[in-house]
Each structure stands twice: as C-alpha cells, then as structure tokens.
C-alpha cells in the first residue's frame, strides 16, 4: 500500500475524477469502471508496477496528453495517462511521439500482458532494451539486473599481482550523476584477462567534499578487488587522463568510461598491438578524419573505422572506447588549464588527440578492434539523448576543432599535408 499513499500524482488525478463525478453527477463508463476496478485490484494484490511507472512516465517525458488525446480520438473522463497504463495500450494507441507501444511489445521479447511503456521504464531501460520505434537504433547493452548480482558477489583480485617493467594502468573518471552506475564499468575492468597494474578511478574534491563518505558502498567495496580511488581539482572529463599522467609520467596509461563496460579481451587486444608498436597511440574505437574542398568535413561525417589501421594523425581516437597512450606519447602542453578552457572547454578527445599530433605521435587501430562500444546505461545517450557530453559534443565538437586548429596551426598543417600525401600514393 505504500507504493500508492507515497504516489501522489495518482491519488490527485483519482481525487479529481472523482471530485468531478460527484459534482456533476455523472455516471462512470464502462472502461472508467473497468481502470478503477484494475487500480483496486492492484491495489490488493500489493501489485506496484503501474503506480512505479506512473510518475517514471512523467520525468521521462514519455507521456504528452495532447498527442494521446488526439490518439484516442475522444477525451478520457479519467486522467489520460492512467487511461493509457490501464486501457490504451491494449488498443495500441501510443502515449507520444516517440513511442510505438505495438514495435516495442514486439520488439522486447520478455514483455508478455504488460503494458510496454510500463515495463520500459521498470525494466526495460536497465535490460538495455531501448529501441521503442522502427527509426530509434538498439546499441549493444549490458543487463544491469544480472550484473547488480555479479557485483555483489564479486571476490575476485582484479590487478596484476606481478610486476612489470612499464606498468599498465587504466584511469577513468566520473562524477555525482553517475556515481551509483559507474560500478558496471569498474567490474568488467577488474575482469580483464590481461589485469592491468591498477584501475584508477579519479573524482574531483569538490563534487563529493566528504571524499568517500559521498559514494555508494558497492563502489568502496571494490578496493577490496584492486580498484584505487583518487581525488583531483579538476572537475571536467579531462580528469579521466591528465592527473593520470602527472602522478604516474613513465607508466602506459589506458582511458575508459564511466557509462560503457569492456569485453574480457578490452585490454589484452590494445596491449598486443603496443608491443608491436611501441611508439604510437593504440585505440580500439577511432573516427577517420576527412575533407572535402581542402577543408575539414563535420565530425559526424568522419566515419568510424572498423578494422586496422596504419599509424596516422587523421586517425581521431576516442578515448571512452579505450585508448592506450605509451609513456612520452603527449605534447607537455596538455595540463595547460587555459589553454583547453579557452580552445576545447569540453572536447577532451580533441584536446587529447592535438596533444598527440603536437608531440608528432601518430594513432594506430587495432586488429580485430572493438569499435562497438557496449553502453551501461544506453536510454541516457540515445533514447532521452539529453544532460550527457557525448550528445552535447555531438553539436558542439565541430566548433571546438576549428578553435583548436586556429590556436594550433602547426596541426592543421600537419593533417592536411598527410592527407594530401595519401591522395598522391591513390
């Protein structure tokens, strides 16, 4: 019952309905009398879910009244929303634009009587099953609800216990919006066949001011699998490389995401391709840089490259898909604060890759690359695409690069000059 007296937004839309049917003296139709004998029966069996989902509908701006109304062809005596969790959708009429309640009944095989938007936002969104019409693409996912019990009961060392000549540490970083997810990624870096020397997980002071008193205990747990636990003053993504770098100057440092988990092989492919290539950046996901007329296409015209790579400066490595940096491999411009403020305030692969080409290290793919990138939390990048980088960058990064080649002339030279030189070996 408690499900229901905490939901506010229902007990106001059922006071109203029936305020009004008392106050004018009406009677109830048949599918008002069959949605509150369906909320009692609910209600009785301590069945939650459309009371949970009610309210998820509404911050994910997943139900728009107008669209639904026009939908239904006819105005529900009873609040709309609660018209579509408990009649509507057996009609499949839709609760807005984006949402097609027959593809994604159909689409997600583990729905069977449920409403599909309701078992969406209860479910679905953690299954990583986010594709709800024919145009929205399904990226590759993890199950956050069998990993929740992998975590839990996860025991295992997760760094090398060896030494090395040249120790392997991947860094990555987060912050307070993604604090409670980032444990997915942390799990399947302590679950790498080849175990790095430490994960490292960098977090600004200022965000969590009572350092490890502010994060989840599934997440200081992991110290006990080798995870190290780092603060910094830097607050943007920049942290996920630069305090990495001037801690740890002489080690070969590899990037990841806080919102992606990494297949077993993640960092034994890079490291195979470094031994081979020792002097040049390693990456498993890459953009190529392109032209048209002499001048730089726009950054979603650049495709992903999905197979090896020589070394090159056009090769734009993305640092969330992994990327591998051998010691000495960055210009020492990169910690210049300013600089990357002014240039690239949130383009940190931008700023990352210039440093590169600054310091006259070329990029280089990896065979058999996994330049699919497998998301934790996908509904956030792709189905709300909103209050993330990735899709502000997405319409920024362009802006970002032609300030950066302005600042830095002597690397637009360089890309053009090599690009130039390909055209001529064709």
Not at 33 to 53: H, S
Not at 178 to 189: A, D, G, P, Q
Not at 245 to 265: G, M, Q, S, W
Request: charged fraction near 25%; glycine fraction near 4%.
């Amino acid at each position: 019952m408690k499900s229901f007296n905490k939901n506010n937004g229902i007990k106001g839309s059922l006071k109203g309905f029936y305020n009004a049917l008392f106050q004018e003296n009406k009677t109830l139709n048949k599918e008002n009398v069959e949605i509150l004998n369906k909320i009692q029966k609910d209600i009785e069996d301590e069945n939650y879910d459309n009371f949970k989902a009610y309210n998820k509908i509404l911050e994910y701006e997943l139900f728009n009244e107008e669209f639904y109304l026009n939908e239904c062809d006819f105005k529900p005596e009873i609040d709309p929303l609660l018209h579509y969790i408990y009649i509507g959708h057996t009609k499949n009429l839709n609760p807005c634009e984006i949402f097609d309640t027959s593809y994604y009944r159909n689409f997600n095989e583990n729905i069977t009587t449920e409403n599909p938007l309701v078992y969406l936002v209860n479910r679905g969104i953690d299954e990583g099953i986010i594709s709800v019409n024919e145009d929205m693409w399904q990226p590759l996912s993890i199950n956050k609800f069998d990993f929740t019990k992998k975590i839990k009961e996860f025991d295992s060392w997760g760094i090398n216990n060896g030494q090395r000549d040249v120790p392997i540490i991947v860094s990555l970083t987060s912050y307070p919006k993604r604090i409670h997810e980032v444990k997915f990624s942390l799990y399947s870096l302590l679950n790498q066949n080849l175990k790095p020397d430490n994960v490292i997980l960098w977090l600004a002071k200022s965000e969590f001011p009572n350092l490890e008193d502010d994060l989840p205990e599934e997440l200081i747990k992991m110290k006990k699998n080798g995870l190290t636990i780092k603060w910094c003053e830097i607050t943007k993504s920049y942290k996920k490389l630069i305090p990495c770098l001037n801690e740890y100057p002489e080690a070969i440092i590899v990037t990841a995401d806080d919102d992606l988990y990494y297949p077993h092989n993640w960092l034994e492919k890079l490291y195979k391709h470094h031994i081979k290539y020792p002097d040049d950046i390693v990456t498993h996901r890459s953009r190529k840089i392109s032209f048209e007329n002499g001048r730089v296409k726009k950054y979603l015209d650049w495709n992903v490259i999905k197979s090896q790579e020589d070394a090159s400066y056009l090769n734009f490595f993305t640092t969330g898909g992994g990327v591998l940096f051998p010691p000495n491999s960055l210009s020492k411009t990169i910690d210049q604060t300013e600089i990357y403020d002014s240039v690239c305030p949130t383009g940190d692969d931008i700023w990352f890759w210039a440093m590169a080409v600054l310091n006259n290290t070329k990029t280089r793919v990896v065979n058999d690359n996994l330049y699919e990138i497998i998301y934790v939390n996908p509904a956030r990048d792709i189905l709300f695409n909103k209050d993330t980088l990735w899709s502000y960058n997405e319409t920024h990064n362009d802006g970002q690069f032609e300030s950066l080649l302005k600042r830095f002339p002597e690397i637009e030279e360089k890309i053009i000059n090599e690009y130039n030189n390909n055209k001529k070996q064709k």
